[in-house]
Antibody
């Protein structure tokens, strides 16, 4: 049973860099794409992008200029950077496994990131 | 970008009743790439239905998905107390991957 565990800074100031990492336990890392999804408080879900084990990425065009994803296959981890952040980036950020390049069957626990001066 | 519009925004029903949730796409979506999720407060979403009509592992058979093209439906045949939550549809037939705005199923 695959498990995703994520971590990163929860409080940022405007113009700083959001940095989150997600570790994958108990399953194949190379056989899937891995995504980041965010959810502003009280709102819906927004896909940020995806990465595979070789580092191939696809980003949501709405965020592509500020987003970078990376992967560390030696640790079965993938990471997200968003810079510079604004208050509009305040959200719960989730990592998730993309199955069949179609849907998400496993999710991290979520990290609340608050951007405030 | 494919926009997914979910209706109604809120569905107020009593336990034991049937719930019908709609997801309409702005362009045709292949069935393979349409999924439904359930989210409860403070939790990550949980995959219910993939490929428009296939239940994910461990999902009770009171949940069913149907539809094709631009119109998809999630049906909960008899609402159990644990089914009151927010439901999202999601597509990845076309990039970027998008989610609907959600339907909240609340206790009447």
């Amino acid at each position: 049973q695959v498990q995703l565990q994520q971590w990163g800074a929860g409080l940022l100031k405007p113009s700083e860099t959001l940095s989150l990492t997600c570790a994958v336990y108990g399953g194949s890392f190379s056989g899937y794409y891995w995504s980041w999804i965010r959810q502003p408080p009280g709102k819906g879900l927004e896909w940020i992008g995806e990465i595979n084990h070789s580092g191939r990425t696809t980003y949501n065009p709405s965020l592509t200029s500020r987003v970078t994803m990376s992967v560390d296959t030696s640790k079965n981890q993938f990471s997200l950077r968003v810079t510079p952040v604004t208050a509009a980036d305040t959200a719960v950020y989730y990592c998730a496994r993309l199955v069949g390049v179609a849907n998400f069957d496993s999710w991290g626990q979520g990290t609340l990131v608050t951007v405030s001066s | 970008e494919i926009v997914l519009t979910q209706s109604p925004g809120t569905l107020s029903l009593s336990p034991g009743k049937r719930a019908t949730l709609s997801c309409r796409a702005s362009q045709s979506v292949s069935n393979t790439y349409l999924a439904w999720y359930q989210q409860k407060p403070g939790q990550a979403p949980r995959l219910l239905i993939y490929g428009a009509s296939h239940r994910a592992t461990g999902i009770p058979d009171r949940f069913s998905g149907s539809g094709s093209g631009t119109d998809f439906t999630l049906t909960i045949s008899r609402l159990e107390p644990e089914d009151f939550a927010v439901y999202y549809c999601q597509q990845y037939g076309s990039s970027p991957l998008t989610f609907g705005g959600g339907t909240k199923v609340e206790i009447k």
